[in-house]
């Protein structure tokens, strides 16, 4: 299994958070990260992500194996929704197992912020007045609405 993956369906952490446990692994941490019911004062009644997959797939990957090395981890993998999404779902998680706990709190933070920054995901977030918006922070998707 590759350390990064795009999921179009609901995300198993069971699986991925084995994966990080290791006889050499004395920490792991994860970040879950959720649709929340509302954005900036405004209420929120679902959400769906569109990603440039191979794109995606090749700059998600960089990043994990990047913080694998910056962080000195055993492991590292995160899982990122495309497609419909309501509130409460798990859109995004990320975990990191390594000898310590510091680098995995470390590891969690940058690589999240990281797939953020710089993976071609993009949000279109759907409000309860019936307007829906397109959230990324450099780019829209294509055939998207541009900036």
């Given at each position: 299994?590759?350390?990064?993956?795009?999921?179009?369906?609901?995300?198993?952490?069971?699986?991925?958070?084995?994966?990080?446990?290791?006889?050499?692994?004395?920490?792991?941490?994860?970040f879950?990260?959720?649709?929340?019911?509302?954005?900036?004062?405004?209420?929120?009644?679902?959400?769906?992500?569109e990603?440039?997959?191979?794109?995606?797939?090749?700059?998600?990957?960089?990043?994990?194996?990047?913080?694998?090395?910056?962080?000195a981890?055993?492991?590292?993998?995160?899982?990122?929704?495309?497609?419909?999404?309501?509130?409460?779902?798990?859109?995004?998680?990320?975990?990191?197992?390594?000898?310590?706990?510091?680098?995995?709190?470390?590891?969690?933070?940058?690589?999240?912020?990281?797939?953020?920054?710089?993976?071609?995901?993009?949000?279109?977030?759907?409000?309860?007045?019936g307007?829906?918006q397109?959230?990324?922070?450099?780019?829209?998707?294509?055939?998207?609405?541009?900036?």
């Amino acid at each position: 299994m590759k350390r990064f993956a795009l999921s179009g369906f609901p995300i198993d952490i069971a699986p991925l958070h084995a994966r990080l446990r290791r006889a050499d692994a004395g920490a792991c941490s994860s970040f879950e990260g959720w649709v929340r019911d509302h954005n900036d004062g405004r209420p929120v009644r679902g959400l769906r992500y569109e990603a440039y997959a191979a794109l995606a797939d090749a700059e998600g990957s960089r990043i994990l194996d990047e913080a694998v090395r910056r962080f000195a981890l055993v492991e590292a993998c995160c899982v990122h929704r495309v497609g419909e999404l309501a509130i409460g779902d798990l859109a995004v998680w990320v975990g990191a197992s390594a000898a310590h706990r510091a680098a995995t709190f470390d590891a969690c933070r940058f690589i999240v912020d990281e797939v953020k920054l710089h993976v071609p995901i993009w949000k279109h977030e759907h409000y309860a007045d019936g307007d829906a918006q397109w959230l990324h922070p450099d780019a829209h998707p294509p055939g998207g609405p541009s900036r």
